[in-house]
């Protein structure tokens, strides 16, 4: 039974278009992440919700808009793709002194 | 200059070798620090935590904190194929609300039998 599940794996798309990426959590933890990870491997947070409340936003472009609609549920929505957004974008929620349990990535290729 | 520094590898070692893999960080506030193991296309998982300087003691892995030096250090002993793997340093400052990491930059080994 998957912990932390991600919807898409994979995503290639074009340069321009909007998407979506669905993330979801049966761990009942209160607090989600998104992550960003680059071709060197380098894992940097960008936001944090709380019970639906964003509570960290890392200076992310505003092309990037996270969306709790439950506290199992964090979405995130991409506006006008660009090349540099190429990565693995990783889901997390938080567990027991601060465990981080990581979905499987979802990989986006912009072209 | 980065909050926390990783070598980052490539790392190639025959299998039985010890591994050691280090952080450094500038940030006196991180006091807690964790080590998560990245397989190919998978995520991040939770390898050791730790948030006292000395040593913790796992199984053949063995995570090192001084925090007089702003270093840490994972060992890995008699290594095997299947810990070929991305291995991220990641730490916690005691103040940090809904448990904020920051994260090196991995290092990236491989065993070879």
């Known amino acids: 039974d998957t912990a932390v599940s991600q919807t898409p794996k994979y995503l290639v798309t074009q340069m321009g278009n909007d998407k979506s990426i669905k993330c979801e959590q049966n761990?009942?933890?209160?607090?989600m992440y998104w992550y960003k990870q680059d071709s060197k491997k380098f894992l940097k947070i960008m936001f944090s919700?709380?019970?639906?409340?964003?509570?960290i936003n890392e200076t992310v472009p505003n092309r990037f808009s996270p969306k709790s609609p439950d506290k199992a549920h964090l979405n995130l929505h991409i506006n006008s793709l660009e090349l540099g957004d190429s990565a693995v974008y990783f889901c997390a929620s938080r567990g027991d002194i601060d465990t981080q349990y990581f979905g499987p990535g979802t990989r986006l290729t912009v072209l | 200059q980065k909050e926390v520094e990783q070598d980052p590898g490539p790392l190639s070692v025959p299998e039985g070798a010890i591994v050691s893999l280090n952080c450094t960080y500038s940030n006196s506030a991180f006091q807690y620090f964790m080590w998560y193991r990245q397989y190919s296309r998978k995520g991040p998982e939770l390898l050791m935590y730790?948030?006292?300087?000395g040593n913790k003691e796992d199984g053949r892995f063995t995570a090192q904190v001084d925090k007089s030096s702003k270093y840490i250090s994972l060992f890995i002993r008699d290594s095997q194929p299947s810990d070929s793997a991305t291995y991220l340093c990641a730490m916690k400052s005691s103040g940090t609300s809904y448990g904020k990491l920051t994260f090196g930059q991995g290092t990236i080994l491989t065993v070879h039998p």
């Open positions: 761990l009942g933890h209160d607090t």
């Open positions: 919700y709380n019970n639906k409340e964003l509570i």
């Open positions: 730790t948030y006292s300087s």
